[in-house]
């Protein structure tokens, strides 16, 4: 997720079958840490943090066994992450999010000033504070029962569009770790984005694809992106996908 972000009458055009880069992502913080956010990223992030060396037994990650194991990719301010691992206490949640000021905004949701090392935190969400790609390329076969990906940064411009999540070399590395009738749940209020994912999966096999609400369907908690995307009078698209038989 990210701040707003115009992207209209930008070139869509689905690039070759060519793997995205590295880094999917820009500058990692806004502006200078103020001190509470800092102790949160020194002393409560890792605290939450999600043990890469679990990669393979994600389920083992959380403090109680879980039923489902989900995965939301760029949480932004963390409002989704956290009123989904509050509304769903049995299901294992990983929230990732490169951005310091974005995790920094979910933490100091988490604890109270003075409780940075010792309040309690959820038991079944853990943070992923680097690039989701390698923890999804590490994951076991059909080990996710639901993915998130909600008001991503667009990279309107075509020459940006490797950077995306949704690209068609990513799509089968997703489809791999999804269990069959597993949902992706995406959302955007960008134009190019908007019509870069309808292309993407037009192009594809592996998710069956039913049109996209125009409104925010039921369970799908509100983000502060989604406000700021209403309040300028954008009209988000809503697309949950799932998973075809293998």
Not at 10 to 23: G, H, I, T, W, Y
């Amino acid at each position: 997720m990210g701040a707003d972000r115009p992207g209209a009458g930008a070139e869509v055009r689905v690039q070759p079958l060519k793997p995205p880069p590295d880094r999917l992502y820009g500058r990692q913080r806004s502006h200078p840490l103020r001190p509470r956010q800092q102790l949160l990223l020194d002393v409560t992030l890792p605290r939450m943090r999600f043990d890469a060396a679990l990669a393979t037994d994600p389920r083992a990650a959380f403090a109680r066994p879980v039923r489902e194991f989900w995965l939301e990719v760029g949480f932004g301010g963390g409002e989704h992450a956290l009123a989904q691992a509050a509304a769903n206490p049995d299901v294992g949640l990983i929230g990732a999010e490169v951005f310091e000021n974005g995790l920094c905004s979910l933490l100091s949701r988490v604890v109270p000033e003075g409780g940075e090392a010792t309040a309690p935190v959820p038991a079944n969400l853990r943070l992923w504070d680097a690039d989701a790609r390698p923890l999804i390329r590490d994951l076991p076969d059909a080990s996710l029962d639901r993915l998130f990906l909600l008001f991503p940064d667009p990279w309107p411009k075509s020459r940006h569009a490797k950077r995306r999540f949704v690209h068609p070399a990513f799509l089968p590395e997703v489809a791999r770790v999804l269990r069959p009738a597993a949902e992706w749940r995406i959302a955007s209020d960008d134009p190019t984005y908007q019509a870069w994912v309808a292309e993407v999966l037009a192009g594809q096999a592996f998710f069956a694809v039913p049109p996209p609400a125009t409104a925010r369907p039921a369970g799908w908690p509100p983000t502060r992106y989604e406000a700021k995307a209403l309040a300028a009078g954008r009209v988000p698209l809503y697309w949950a996908v799932s998973r075809r038989p293998a």
